[in-house]
């Protein structure tokens, strides 16, 4: 018996010397840290070393070379692994480069330098995407308007633009918060800083940081927005030649005319949607879907993920990796996007069946990408102003957090060239 038991134990530890790959498991029963785990991804390739992101494989799982110190890290964040052999991890790259299995292993080769477009004067618990990025230990530089203008996003491979409103509309906060001393206060800050730009209008300054940033995604960037940055952005590039602003916002009338002047050829995502005129109106255009689900109740209310071939669409099945198809609803100044204002370019990576509408797109300008994703914070169903922020520590396993951190990693993938 003795024998018996120190053979197996030599034996274990000899499997366990020759173990040559940490595997983070993506799934929903064995990851207990969904979202450090990317961190733990990022922290890697920081490192000069490369990792693969298995896609469609328990989640969306992650092989990175066997070291001492990548054992230490996870274990000290908190997120789970599992020791494999070089025969194991073979034998798992095979069965992934099946034809008959819809996985696929991409390689990860660089971490991407992140900015993220936000007022200086903004706490990480603002915005969804910094809250993440800071608890998934992911670095990151905060740009605004100077920033952008002075060419800066040139240095970055990925821009998250935060809750912003690209019109000059400042929100179109006006009908219930136009008294407050936050709204009044941003007002002003907003006009100082267009006037120090050299620009005798917020919205000419606005239109003038949309106009870079989109020149930067032409380039090769890689955009991630949310909420109200997402539609504002469009509605900003394609009423570039008139004025759609109201005389609270900019002191003199809005173009009577203006609905007829958009230029729809300009815009990253949508195109034939409606301005809202009324500027009490809480809302900038029939783009988004807030008001038209009312129906719809928070127990009830779930977003479907898209199915995509991880060996011929990659980018997709990236962005959509989960431990889980069905997401929880949340809501935004911009909820949700109506089809019907979509390009039939743009991808929709997710959507509410029940109420037909869009929740995540992507698609491609010139030589980058961007992906706009409706709502405020996929943890705080209906976020209000002054609302208390979102505590990710209860939350380690979000699956809508996750599709954040999927288009953080995205830009780290290895480029396949492409067909001419």
Not at 20 to 35: A, R, V
Not at 113 to 132: C, E, F, H, L, R
Not at 144 to 151: N, W
Request: hydrophobic share 40%; net charge negative; aromatic share 14%.
């Amino acid at each position: 018996m003795k024998y018996w038991v120190l053979f197996f134990l030599l034996f274990c530890g000899l499997q366990f010397s020759f173990a040559s790959y940490i595997l983070i498991p993506m799934d929903e029963e064995t990851q207990e840290n969904h979202l450090k785990a990317y961190g733990i991804a990022y922290w890697i390739l920081a490192k000069n070393e490369k990792a693969k992101w298995l896609l469609n494989y328990r989640g969306g799982s992650f092989l990175l070379n066997d070291t001492e110190d990548t054992r230490r890290e996870c274990q000290i964040r908190g997120v789970s692994f599992e020791v494999l052999s070089d025969a194991k991890a073979t034998q798992i790259l095979d069965e992934i480069s099946s034809p008959s299995k819809n996985q696929e292993a991409v390689v990860l080769e660089k971490a991407p330098k992140i900015a993220v477009y936000s007022p200086k004067g903004n706490q990480p618990w603002d915005d969804a995407v910094t809250m993440v990025l800071t608890f998934a230990e992911i670095p990151y530089d905060v740009v605004y308007d100077t920033e952008v203008l002075q060419g800066k996003l040139l240095l970055y491979d990925w821009l998250h633009l935060h809750h912003e409103d690209f019109t000059g509309q400042y929100g179109k906060f006006y009908g219930a918060y136009r008294a407050t001393p936050w709204y009044i206060q941003g007002k002003q800050e907003a006009e100082a800083l267009a006037k120090e730009l050299g620009f005798d209008k917020v919205s000419k300054e606005k239109l003038a940081v949309a106009t870079t940033i989109r020149d930067y995604v032409v380039g090769g960037g890689f955009m991630f927005a949310m909420c109200s940055a997402t539609d504002s952005f469009d509605i900003a590039l394609a009423a570039s030649t008139t004025d759609i602003c109201e005389t609270m916002f900019d002191g003199d009338p809005a173009a009577p005319n203006y609905q007829a002047q958009l230029d729809f050829s300009q815009t990253f995502a949508f195109r034939d949607f409606v301005l809202k005129r009324n500027p009490m109106e809480y809302e900038f255009s029939s783009i988004d879907m807030t008001e038209k689900r009312r129906t719809i109740q928070k127990e009830t209310d779930y977003f479907t993920l898209m199915d995509f071939s991880a060996k011929w669409d990659p980018i997709p099945t990236m962005l959509c990796q989960n431990h889980t198809t069905l997401v929880k609803g949340f809501m935004g100044q911009t909820t949700a996007y109506d089809p019907n204002t979509i390009r039939p370019t743009v991808l929709v990576l997710a959507e509410n069946k029940v109420n037909g509408e869009a929740r995540y797109i992507h698609g491609i300008k010139g030589k980058g990408f961007f992906t706009f994703y409706g709502g405020h914070d996929p943890e705080d169903y209906q976020h209000r102003v002054g609302d208390p922020k979102t505590e990710l520590e209860l939350h380690p396993n979000s699956p809508g957090y996750r599709l954040i951190l999927n288009n953080v990693l995205f830009p780290a993938a290895k480029k396949k060239k492409q067909k001419t």
